[in-house]
């Protein structure tokens, strides 16, 4: 069974940053693609970046490009978004998800594809 365990979320300022981090377990993380999504209150889930298993091929919503950086270790399955710039629009649940990938720089970016879900992390910006 797949575990996936997200973390680093928190309250920050406008403009601030945080980074973070999905640990998972269970599977062959290293050829998973990895996503992350977001969900705020009153709102559908939406997409955030995603990676590919090899690390190599990133893709980012329109929302985010230039301030967020996906990245992952797969010595140590995890995958990070890092977040600077951080704007109030971008309080939400933040949840990471993972799919086994057909070739290494495959990637996704609609939830119904994704096989595995965490538990989500939520993040605060305070203006």
């Known amino acids: 069974q797949v575990q996936v365990v997200e973390s680093g979320g928190g309250l920050v300022q406008a403009g601030g940053s945080l980074r973070l981090s999905c640990a998972a377990s269970?599977?062959?993380?290293?050829?998973?693609?990895m996503g992350w999504f977001r969900q705020a209150p009153g709102k559908e889930r939406e997409f955030v970046a995603t990676i590919s298993w090899s690390g190599v091929r990133t893709y980012y919503a329109d929302s985010v490009k230039g301030r967020f950086t996906i990245s992952r270790d797969n010595a140590k399955n995890t995958v990070y978004l890092q977040m600077d710039s951080l704007k109030p629009e971008d309080t939400a649940a933040y949840y990471c998800?993972?799919?086994?990938?057909?070739?290494?720089?495959?990637?996704?970016?609609?939830?119904?594809?994704?096989?595995?879900w965490g538990q989500g992390t939520q993040v605060t910006v305070s203006s």
């Open positions: 269970g599977r062959t993380f290293s050829t998973d693609a």
């Open positions: 998800a993972g799919k086994g990938a057909i070739y290494s720089g495959a990637y996704y970016y609609a939830a119904e594809q994704y096989d595995y």
